[in-house]
């Protein structure tokens, strides 16, 4: 009887304050590359008494923060950590000494670090200091924050998402939807998101680069793909100043203006260099933009599902009937078919969004 319902209302208030340095984490989407965002909630006597999260690689991490803010409260509390605790000196010292130092009673930790130099060791460290540790809580909720950072550090590629937006009778278009790059619209989100964006040279020739128009927030690499292109390639939306915000990957040299734009000559261009090109850069996450792309463009993403290289797939869905030449886009009978897992469909101003796992 109430022994149950003690046990339940604690699971329940488990979840709540799980689910709060998720949502701490979050605040820095866009910022930790390459490491993950996590959230740390300090809770004593069933009230919060501290909170944190990890603001940008080379700062402290979110337990640090959280503790600060709880100060002598910490003694005796529990530790809510969405990933975790390091036990290792990085650019940062061990989360577990801190933990262990503010002498809390608990902690809570969402999911283990699939990174190989702290995976469970910051778990055994707690439980060696006399600590008592819970892991699993949220744990779906916790590895889907990170998605990209246990993609990236299982793989040492980063984990590419294909975007395209189609018309009613599925044609791919330049076009986003009404306000999807403004301020909280869905295209915006995810320059805010992402580290960084890979179109075509056709898309930078000739229009803005997919840059977030909002000061002050995060702004994703443009990773720019020229195949065949002639030897000077210009990109009219990017000054010299902001030179650094793209990288050009071209199949032969070429000259690039502005000038001070990075140019990676590759024999052939493929998508798993690129991907592993951009992990080692410390990449996490990149959206394929799928806007303006001519046939040797679409050929990066021949195998696609075969090689495992894109993770998932957003397609928006414009609410018009685009002419078009007739057959172009009509597969009949017998071509593969990839199904996508975890489907989630929303109505976002007028269009409709879709997104699924490969
Ligand atoms: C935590 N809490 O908030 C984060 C953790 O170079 P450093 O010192 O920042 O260490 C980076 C690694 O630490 C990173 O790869 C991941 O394993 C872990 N990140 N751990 O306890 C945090 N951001
Ligand atoms: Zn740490």
Redesign the pocket.
């Known amino acids: 009887g109430g022994r149950c319902q003690a046990q339940a209302a604690g699971d329940l208030d488990d979840a709540h304050y799980m689910r709060r340095c998720v949502e701490l984490a979050r605040k820095a989407a866009g910022h930790?590359s390459?490491?993950?965002m996590?959230g740390c909630v300090i809770v004593r006597d069933g009230r919060v008494v501290g909170e944190g999260f990890?603001p940008k690689?080379?700062q402290p991490?979110?337990?640090v923060f959280a503790l600060r803010d709880a100060g002598n409260l910490a003694e005796n509390a529990t530790a809510y950590?969405s990933?975790?605790?390091?036990n290792h000196y990085?650019?940062?010292p061990p989360?577990t000494e801190a933990l262990i130092n503010a002498k809390v009673k608990e902690v809570v930790v969402g999911m283990t670090?699939p990174?190989p130099i702290?995976a469970s060791k910051?778990i055994e460290k707690l439980q060696g200091a006399g600590i008592s540790v819970r892991v699993g809580v949220e744990e779906a909720l916790c590895r889907k924050l990170n998605e990209a950072y246990i993609h990236r550090m299982l793989t040492g590629k980063a984990f590419a998402t294909l975007r395209a937006t189609l018309s009613m009778n599925g044609i791919i278009t330049n076009q986003i939807g009404k306000g999807a790059d403004q301020s909280g619209g869905y295209y915006s989100q995810l320059m805010k998101e992402y580290d960084g964006v890979i179109i075509s040279s056709d898309l930078a020739k000739m229009s803005a680069l997919p840059l977030s128009r909002e000061a002050g927030t995060n702004q994703p690499l443009c990773i720019i793909i020229a195949q065949g292109e002639s030897s000077r390639l210009h990109i009219p939306s990017l000054s010299q100043e902001h030179a650094s915000r793209a990288i050009v990957l071209a199949d032969s040299p070429v000259t690039v203006e502005p000038a001070g734009v990075e140019v990676a000559v590759f024999r052939q261009i493929d998508l798993e260099s690129i991907l592993q090109l951009l992990a080692q850069r410390g990449l996490c996450s990149v959206l394929v933009d799928f806007r303006e792309a001519g046939e040797s463009f679409a050929s990066l993403l021949n195998d696609f599902q075969e090689d495992k290289l894109v993770q998932k797939v957003v397609v928006e869905v414009l609410p018009f009937w685009l002419a078009s030449d007739g057959l172009s886009n009509l597969a009949f009978g017998g071509s593969q078919s990839f199904p996508l897992k975890n489907l989630e469909l929303r109505d976002v101003n007028g269009s409709v969004l879709l997104e699924g796992y490969v």
Do not use: I, M
Not at 83 to 86: I, N, R
């Open positions: 930790t390459p490491n993950p996590v990890h690689a080379g991490h979110a337990e950590v990933l975790e605790p390091c990085g650019r940062t989360c670090d990174n702290v910051g």
